[in-house]
C-alpha cells in the first residue's frame, strides 16, 4: 500500500530535528549522561506499591521502537488499557494531575524520547515562544491599539495584540476568557501588567501549564469535566480559525466520535488524563536500521563550506554551474557566437563602403544591428513550434543536448536580443545617420546619390519614405507585444484606470501577440525597399525568414486541420470548490499522448479564436479525455459559465458540486457548448519514465499533471503484477502482450514521491478518487503520497490540536482523512523541503532523481537550488523539470 499521511509525518518530524552543523562532542557528552539514567517502574493498586522493573535507558529506546504508545487508538480499549500496560505513563500522569493544585517545578519529567516527544513540541498557542522578543512586539501592537482606551486593551483586540490574525479572532477571545477566568480577572479589558501574565502563561514552555490552559478552553464551566457539547464548541472554533468549512459542518459527528472513544464507560464527560492520552499519541516509532546516523553525516556534508582562495572558490561554482546547465550554456554561447559574427561580418563590410565615408560608424552599427535581428526574428518563431519540438522530443535523441523544456524561456531571450537590436538600429539611423545625410557637404552626398537620389531639404524625407514608414510602424507594434506580454499585464497585475483594464489580462497578451503577422509583412517589405542595396541576392531578410515562416506556417494549419475535423464529445462536467471546472471528453481518434503532456482547449460559444493550454490529467489507458481548469480570467470564467448554464444545478443545495453525470435525465439530451482540443504537447513531466525515482510536486492547480503521472505509475504496475508478476518479465507471445513488455521496458520508475500542497480543504475534492485509487492499489509500497493544507496551522500549534487529535482517531477508526476526505493522511502547513530532499537521499543513494514541479514561481528556486545542493553534496543526483506553458 502506498505509505500515507501518517508515516511521513513521522519521518518530517523526526528528520527537522537533525540541524546542519552538528557538534559531535557535545552529543557524546549528551550520549554519555543518559546512560547513566534508569527507569523504575512500580505497579500501583489501591495504597501498595510494588516495584516491577529497573531500566537502563538503551532499554527503553528498545521498548521506544517497539512503540509503548501504539500508533493507531484501539476502540474502547487503547486508552483505558494504555495505563495499565504502562506504569511509567500513569505515575507521570498522576504527578502531572498533583501538579495542577500544587505547581511544583521540581516535579517535572523529561519527556524528550519516545512519543511523549511529540507532545511536547504540541499547543502552542503563538508561534514565538522565546518570552523576550516575542514580548517587545506584543508590547509594541499594545501601546498602539489602547491608545485610545487609556491603556486597556478590549478583548475584541486581544488576538491581534498577541499576533493572531482576524480568522482566529474566536479562538483568541476563547483563549482571552480562560485565562481570565483562571486569574480571577472580570470585565472585557485588561491593562498591560495583565497581559503580560497572559503572554507569560501561554509562551511558557511547560507541557502541564499548556495543557492545563488547552483544557481549561475546552471546559468552559470550569468543572473539571469536559462534555461532548463542549468539545463540539470547541472542534467548531478551530475548523473557522483553520478554514476547515467541511469539519465546522461535521463537528456534531466528529465530538461524538470523541467521546466514543475517549469515554469508553459513557460516562457523559472525559476527564484531562483522557486528553492527555490522546496527545501523547504521536507517529508510529518505526525506523530504518541506522538512518539517524546516515542522516547525521549527510547533514554534516551539507554544511556550507567556505574556501578562502578565491580562484579554487570560483573553480568550484563554474564547475558546478557547467555540469547543472551545459545544455543551456551550448545553446546560448552558439547564438551569441553567431549574432556577434554577424555584427561583425557586416560592420567590416559597411567599414569598407562609400557610405562609411558620410555616416561613419553610424551606418556600421545600424546595419550590424540589422544582421542580427533578421535571425532573431527568423529563430524567435522555433520555440513555439510546438508540434515539431513534440516531434523532435518524442522521435529522436536530441533532448540528450537540447533544452527542449527551455523552448519558451529562449523563445523571451530572443525577444529581449530583438528589443536591444530594433533599439541599436532605429536610434543610430533616426539620431546619426540620417541627420548626417541632411548635412553632408555636396561632394561627400555625392557618394549617396545613386541611393538616395538628389539631396532631400528636410527630414521628413527619410522617414516618410518605405523604409522609414516600415520601421516606424514595426517598432510601434512589437513595443505594443512587447509590453503586453510582460507578466505584469499578461496575468492582470497591472494597475490602470478603470478604462485602460483591457489593457491587462491573457486576452490582451494572446491578441497583441498576432499582431507578429503584420510585423513579418512588414518586414518582409523593410527588408527589400533598402536604402543601401540594390541587388536582389544582396537583400537577405526572405532568405532568414523562408524557412521558419513556412514550418510555423505548416503548424497552424495543422492545428486547424486536427481541429476542426471533430468536436469532442463532453462525457461529464464538474465544477469543485476552489473554482474549478473539470471536463470529461471524448478521445479524439488517433489521440496518443504520455502523462505529463497538455493540450490546447478551445470553445467557440467563448471565442472562436483563443486556444488556451491545459495539463491533461487523464492517464494514457483512459478511454477519455480530462483537463481541470482553475477558473482565474476572462476566458475560463465565461467557460464556466456557459457549461453552468448547460447543466442543471442540484436541487435544495444537496450538493456541493455542480455534476452534469448527477442530472436525472440523459447526457444526450443536454446541450453542451462544442469543445475542440488540439494537441498533445511535449512537456518536462513527460520524461518521468526515464528516472527510477520520481518527487512530484504540485502547487494547487498545478498539481494536474502529476496526477496524469500517478494514475500512469499504478496503471503500469497493475499492468506489471498482473502480466509478469513477481519474477520479473515473462515470455509472452501474444502482440497485445508483447506491446505491453515493449511499454514496460521503457517504464523505469520503480519508486514516486508526490507532494501536492494546496491552500483550502475543497481543492482535495478536485483528485479525490485518483488519490484514493493510488493509495488502494499501490501493493508495492512503491507510491508515498503527501498531501498538505496550508491554511491549517502547523502541527504543535494549539488552534489545530485537536483538529490533529481528531485526525489521528478517525483515521485509525475509518482509514479516511477528515481533511481531505481520502485515505491519505494529510499535512499541516507547509511542507519542510530540505527534509522531503533529506529522506530520498538517505533512501536512495547513487540514484538518479527526477524532480517534476508545476505551480507558483515563488518555489521554483527553492526546489531547483536544493537539487544542486543535494545532487553536489551527496551521491544521489536530483534533476529539475519545471512545466513552463
Not at 357 to 379: R, W
Not at 714 to 730: A, P, S, W
Not at 797 to 803: C, F, G, N, P
Amino acid at each position: 500500500m502506498a505509505k500515507e499521511g501518517a508515516d511521513s509525518a513521522d519521518l518530517h518530524h523526526r528528520e527537522s530535528d537533525i540541524e546542519l552543523i552538528g557538534a559531535e562532542t557535545q552529543r557524546g557528552q549528551k550520549s554519555q549522561d543518559e546512560r547513566n539514567l534508569v527507569e523504575v517502574t512500580m505497579d500501583i493498586q489501591g495504597g501498595s506499591v510494588a516495584l516491577r522493573s529497573v531500566k537502563t535507558v538503551d532499554e527503553l529506546v528498545e521498548d521506544e521502537k517497539s512503540g509503548l504508545i501504539g500508533r493507531k487508538l484501539e476502540k474502547k480499549a487503547s486508552f483505558g488499557a494504555s495505563v495499565v500496560q504502562n506504569a511509567t505513563n500513569r505515575m507521570k500522569q498522576l504527578k502531572r494531575l498533583a501538579s495542577f493544585s500544587k505547581p511544583s517545578p521540581s516535579k517535572k519529567f523529561d519527556r524528550t524520547k519516545s512519543t511523549v516527544a511529540h507532545a511536547l513540541s504540541g499547543l502552542k498557542f503563538i508561534s514565538k515562544t522565546d518570552g523576550g522578543a516575542g514580548w517587545d512586539e506584543v508590547q509594541n501592537r499594545f501601546d498602539k491599539l489602547t491608545a485610545a482606551t487609556d491603556g486597556n486593551l478590549p478583548r475584541s483586540l486581544f488576538g491581534k495584540c498577541i499576533g493572531m490574525n482576524e480568522q482566529s479572532k474566536a479562538y483568541a477571545e476563547k483563549l482571552f476568557d480562560t485565562l481570565a477566568r483562571q486569574r480571577g480577572i472580570q470585565g472585557d479589558s485588561i491593562n498591560k501588567l495583565q497581559l503580560r501574565d497572559f503572554w507569560d502563561r501561554i509562551s511558557d514552555q511547560s507541557f502541564d501549564n499548556r495543557l492545563r490552559t488547552f483544557f481549561d478552553m475546552v471546559d468552559k464551566d470550569a468543572d473539571g469535566r469536559i462534555t461532548e457539547e463542549e468539545i463540539k464548541e470547541i472542534i467548531c472554533l478551530s475548523a473557522t480559525a483553520n478554514n476547515l468549512t467541511n469539519i465546522q459542518k461535521q463537528a456534531e459527528e466528529y465530538a461524538a466520535l470523541i467521546m466514543e472513544e475517549l469515554d469508553p464507560d459513557d460516562a457523559g464527560y472525559i476527564m484531562i488524563d483522557n486528553l492527555e492520552t490522546l496527545l501523547l499519541h504521536g507517529p508510529d516509532q518505526t525506523t530504518r536500521g541506522d538512518s539517524k546516523y546516515l542522516s547525521q553525516m549527510l547533514s554534516q556534508k551539507l554544511t556550507p563550506t567556505f574556501m578562502n582562495n578565491p580562484i579554487r572558490r570560483w573553480y568550484r561554482d563554474t564547475k558546478y554551474f557547467l555540469q547543472d546547465n551545459w545544455q543551456r550554456v551550448w545553446v546560448l554561447v552558439l547564438w551569441i557566437c553567431v549574432m556577434l559574427g554577424l555584427f561583425a561580418y557586416k560592420f567590416v563590410q559597411y567599414r569598407n563602403r562609400a557610405a562609411y565615408e558620410v555616416m561613419g560608424h553610424c551606418v556600421c552599427m545600424a546595419k550590424g544591428a540589422a544582421e542580427t535581428l533578421k535571425l532573431n526574428m527568423a529563430l524567435i518563431l522555433l520555440p513555439v513550434c510546438r508540434n515539431t519540438i513534440t516531434w523532435l522530443r518524442n522521435r529522436t535523441k536530441l533532448g540528450v543536448a537540447v533544452p527542449f523544456d527551455d523552448n519558451l524561456n529562449f523563445h523571451k531571450v530572443i525577444a529581449v536580443a530583438i528589443a536591444i537590436g530594433v533599439a541599436v538600429h532605429a536610434v543610430y539611423h533616426l539620431t546619426c545617420d540620417f541627420p548626417r545625410l541632411l548635412h553632408a557637404s555636396p561632394e561627400k552626398y555625392e557618394l549617396m546619390k545613386p541611393f538616395f537620389g538628389d539631396k532631400p531639404s528636410n527630414y521628413l524625407y527619410y522617414v516618410t519614405s518605405w523604409e522609414g514608414v516600415t520601421g516606424i510602424v514595426m517598432v510601434l507594434l512589437m513595443a505594443i507585444a512587447f509590453t503586453l506580454a510582460n507578466p505584469r499585464f499578461r496575468r492582470g497585475r497591472a494597475k490602470l484606470p478603470k478604462h485602460l483594464q483591457k489593457l491587462t489580462g491573457f486576452n490582451a497578451f494572446w491578441y497583441s501577440h498576432h499582431l507578429f503577422v503584420i510585423v513579418y509583412v512588414l518586414l518582409v517589405v523593410h527588408g527589400i525597399k533598402l536604402y543601401l542595396t540594390h541587388k536582389w541576392y544582396k537583400k537577405t531578410t526572405w532568405m532568414y525568414l523562408a524557412v521558419p515562416i513556412i514550418i510555423y506556417a505548416l503548424e497552424r494549419l495543422i492545428r486547424a486541420l486536427r481541429s476542426s475535423t471533430e468536436s469532442v464529445k463532453i462525457l461529464k462536467v464538474a465544477v469543485y470548490p476552489g473554482n474549478v471546472l473539470s471536463l470529461h471528453m471524448s478521445k479524439p481518434p488517433g489521440f496518443s499522448y504520455k502523462s505529463g503532456q497538455y493540450m490546447f482547449v478551445n470553445c467557440a460559444a467563448v471565442s472562436p479564436f483563443e486556444w488556451h493550454p491545459f495539463s491533461i490529467t487523464s492517464a494514457p489507458d483512459d478511454n477519455y479525455l480530462s483537463v481541470h481548469i482553475k477558473i482565474i480570467g476572462d476566458w475560463t470564467g465565461n467557460l464556466k459559465a456557459k457549461f453552468v448554464k448547460a447543466c442543471q444545478p442540484p436541487l435544495n443545495g444537496q450538493s456541493g458540486l455542480l455534476r452534469a453525470d448527477c442530472i436525472n435525465i440523459s447526457m444526450d439530451k443536454i446541450t453542451f457548448p462544442k469543445v475542440q482540443v488540439d494537441g498533445p504537447y511535449g512537456a518536462p513531466a513527460q520524461d518521468y519514465r526515464e528516472y527510477e525515482v520520481v518527487l512530484l510536486v504540485g502547487l494547487g492547480i498545478g498539481a494536474t499533471p502529476m496526477i496524469s503521472i500517478l494514475k500512469d505509475i499504478v496503471n503500469n504496475f497493475k499492468v506489471m503484477d498482473e502480466e509478469y508478476g513477481e519474477g520479473g518479465l515473462g515470455g509472452s507471445r501474444s502482440a497485445t502482450n508483447q506491446q505491453k513488455k515493449a511499454r514496460l521496458e521503457e517504464f523505469k520508475t520503480r519508486r514516486a514521491y508526490f507532494y501536492w500542497v494546496t491552500r483550502e480543504q475543497g481543492s482535495f475534492d478536485w483528485f479525490k478518487g485518483v488519490m484514493n485509487e493510488a493509495a488502494e492499489e499501490d501493493h508495492r509500497g512503491a507510491i508515498e503520497l503527501h498531501s498538505y493544507c496550508t491554511s491549517v496551522y502547523e502541527e504543535g500549534d494549539a488552534r489545530s490540536a485537536l483538529i490533529t487529535m481528531l485526525q489521528s482517531i478517525n483515521h485509525a477508526k475509518s482509514g479516511v482523512d477528515i481533511v481531505s476526505g481520502t485515505r491519505v493522511m494529510s499535512h499541516f502547513a507547509k511542507p519542510n523541503w530540505r527534509s522531503v530532499y533529506k529522506r530520498i537521499a538517505l533512501n536512495h543513494p547513487h540514484a538518479r532523481v527526477g524532480v517534476f514541479y508545476c505551480g507558483s514561481p515563488a518555489l521554483t528556486k527553492q526546489l531547483r537550488q536544493l537539487s544542486l545542493d543535494f545532487s553536489h553534496n551527496t551521491s544521489t543526483k536530483f534533476e529539475f523539470h519545471k512545466e513552463n506553458f
